[in-house]
């Protein structure tokens, strides 16, 4: 699992076809290198200003 500031969370899954998966032994780093090579298409996402939701506006509506 991750979760990056309060904006974005999941869970990353690897797989590996047989007969290679023997072989494999994960551990929380491959989580961390996917992460850190996704970053250049993942940092746009993250420094935009989240978007505002149709949950987000009836509620503030709601309240006033």
């Known amino acids: ?17 047989e007969p290679y998966a023997a072989r494999y032994e994960f551990t929380s780093a491959l989580s961390v290198q996917l992460l850190k090579s996704m970053a250049p298409v993942l940092q746009p996402l993250l420094e935009s200003a989240p978007t505002k939701t149709a949950s987000v506006a009836a509620t503030k509506v709601a309240a006033q």
């Open 1 to 17: 699992m991750f979760a990056i500031g309060d904006r974005f969370y999941g869970t990353l899954t690897a797989w590996v076809h």
